[in-house]
């Protein structure tokens, strides 16, 4: 019956930097389901990060970029024996475990009466009423088109930016059906200047996470400690796990200086 896993051999190209996109399945639902604050919610973003963070722990790839429901991941070395069946089966559901983890301590728990929560922890009572997926693709690449990659997903990060402040701006007057529809006739300017000269907000003082997105990846930092053999503080270097939610616009420059390139 073995010959029957037709697909359970393929393995991604060794000369290849592999990257895996993730997405949300659904999430529109679960937007509703935890009512979401528009256009964007901090504590999803929180919840995407930590899920970053726990694939990051899990597997040490060199980079993860982040926005709205998606996770890119750059692998450094490819787990499972290159196998696709496995990196497009493991990673997803890992991610999907981690969410509905984070989302539970972000959105369920956060505003509990703590009297009522701690019972509830104590006695296992407490209970999600929702599921979380992802799907996930396998992106082989030459190492001089990683940077053109995640400079595709920001540009997508960006548009997402700037249509989510227009459309739910729209729909603080208009219905649902009224506002895809302007929105389909409108530009990016357009909406730029509409959000600007009717609604006072602009977008350029919006913070960066919504904007662009947000890195994982690992950074030197400066650790000080004392030496017993010289009998003095001295400083080394270690790699961490660095968080950028300030984030530039992709370019070949910022891959190479944090080394991935």
């Known amino acids: 019956m073995k010959d029957y896993e037709t ?3 393929l393995k991604v190209p060794k000369s290849s930097k592999i990257i895996l996109r993730l997405d949300g399945r659904g999430f529109h639902n679960l937007s509703k389901k935890l009512n979401f604050k528009k256009p964007y919610d901090s504590h999803f973003s929180k919840s995407m990060v930590e899920v970053a963070k726990h694939i990051f722990k899990e597997f040490s ?8 429901d998606e996770i890119n991941i750059l692998l450094s070395e490819i787990p499972f024996s290159s196998r696709i069946e496995k990196l497009n089966s493991v990673f997803p559901s890992l991610a999907s475990s981690s969410l509905t983890l984070h989302l539970q301590k972000n959105f369920e728990i ?10 509830k922890l104590l006695n296992n009572e407490y209970n999600l ?11 082989p690449l030459a190492i001089e088109d990683i940077s053109s990659y995640f400079k595709w997903r920001q540009d997508e990060a960006w548009r997402n930016f700037v249509n989510s402040y227009g459309y739910w701006t729209l729909r603080e007057d208009l219905s649902k059906r009224e506002a895809t529809e302007k929105m389909r006739a409108c530009k990016s300017s357009d909406i730029h200047e509409f959000l600007h000269s009717k609604k006072g907000i602009n977008l350029n003082k919006k913070p960066k996470w919504q904007k662009r997105g947000v890195a994982l990846y690992k950074k030197k930092k ?22 950028d939610k300030e984030l530039g616009i992709f370019d070949e420059d910022f891959f190479k200086n944090i080394g991935i390139i």
Do not use: A, C, H
């Open 222 to 243: 400066s650790i000080k400690g004392f030496n017993p053999i010289t009998k003095r503080e001295e400083s080394s270097f270690r790699n961490s796990l660095f968080i």
């Open 110 to 119: 956060k505003n509990q009466n703590l009297d009522d929560l701690e019972n």
């Open 7 to 9: 697909y359970s051999n």
């Open 129 to 139: 009423d929702f599921i979380v997926s992802f799907d996930s693709r396998v992106v």
């Open 61 to 68: 790839p060199l980079f993860i970029y982040t926005f709205s």
